[in-house]
């Protein structure tokens, strides 16, 4: 395990519940001051409970918003080292059944919301001449789809670039950027697959481990991407799927 470093301030957006709330808490056992931010109403005292320092309300598909998030976590604890963007939307339909304002909403909150949440802590980083990381959330639907998924599919897609064009663009100033691709993981965002026995019975049996994750697992992993053990990693994509994109086990799950 990494040796904590002092005073390292991570912001982690989509905060309040699901992946972003078990990064919270990860991180802050870790040792770090977690600045949470959500559009939950309640975000602060999810924060508090769960080891973070401050919940900040903002609504991350604006830019003013997350510069003023940034803004308040720098002026509250001096400076931002990390950044986890969790923060994201689900709304499947077909493509031809895709209306307008559906498509636009998942691009503003996954792509947007990640790349202005990114940039706001890369500027502060930057200005400031310290080194820091920026860990982006994908799927494994940044590297495939399934029916029904093309807004966010695409959004998911556009992040995985989003995260190797701007470790391009920061590994100069030492700012590693890397993108974390959860498969099925038991979440708020996927409640619905979850309370379909069926569905999450096919879902489960169709990764490798036999089974869906957990948001600690994924956790975990951006514990590292967040780490001095991760300091030579930049530009990559960890999949954190049970190894859905490794290849399909048939349904019998015989064994050759």
Not at 105 to 124: I, K, P, T, W
Not at 131 to 138: E, W
Request: charged fraction near 20%; proline fraction near 4%; charge should be negative.
């Amino acid at each position: 395990m990494s040796t904590p470093v002092a005073n390292v301030v991570t912001i982690v957006t989509g905060a309040a519940s699901g992946i972003g709330a078990a990064c919270v808490r990860r991180l802050a056992e870790r040792g770090d001051t977690v600045v949470g931010v959500d559009l939950a109403a309640e975000v602060d005292g999810r924060v508090r409970a769960l080891g973070g320092a401050l919940g900040v309300i903002a609504d991350v598909s604006t830019s003013v918003a997350c510069d003023a998030a940034v803004a308040q976590a720098v002026e509250r604890f001096g400076r931002v080292d990390h950044v986890v963007s969790a923060a994201g939307i689900e709304c499947n339909a077909p493509a031809h059944e895709m209306d307008d304002d559906t498509w636009s909403l998942v691009q503003r909150v996954n792509v947007d919301g990640s790349f202005f949440m990114a940039r706001a802590v890369g500027r502060h980083l930057i200005a400031a001449g310290r080194p820091g990381s920026v860990v982006l959330l994908g799927s494994i639907n940044s590297a495939m789809a399934m029916p029904g998924q093309v807004a966010y599919a695409s959004s998911k897609g556009a992040v995985l670039q989003l995260g190797r064009g701007l470790a391009v663009d920061w590994g100069r100033h030492g700012i590693r950027v890397n993108v974390v691709g959860p498969g099925v993981i038991d979440t708020p965002l996927n409640a619905r697959s979850f309370a379909d026995p069926a569905r999450i019975g096919y879902y489960a049996g169709r990764a490798p481990l036999g089974r869906h994750g957990e948001p600690s697992e994924v956790a975990s992993v951006v514990a590292f991407l967040t780490s001095t053990d991760a300091s030579y990693v930049t530009g990559a994509f960890v999949a954190v799927d049970g190894g859905w994109l490794a290849g399909e086990v048939p349904p019998s799950r015989r064994e050759y």
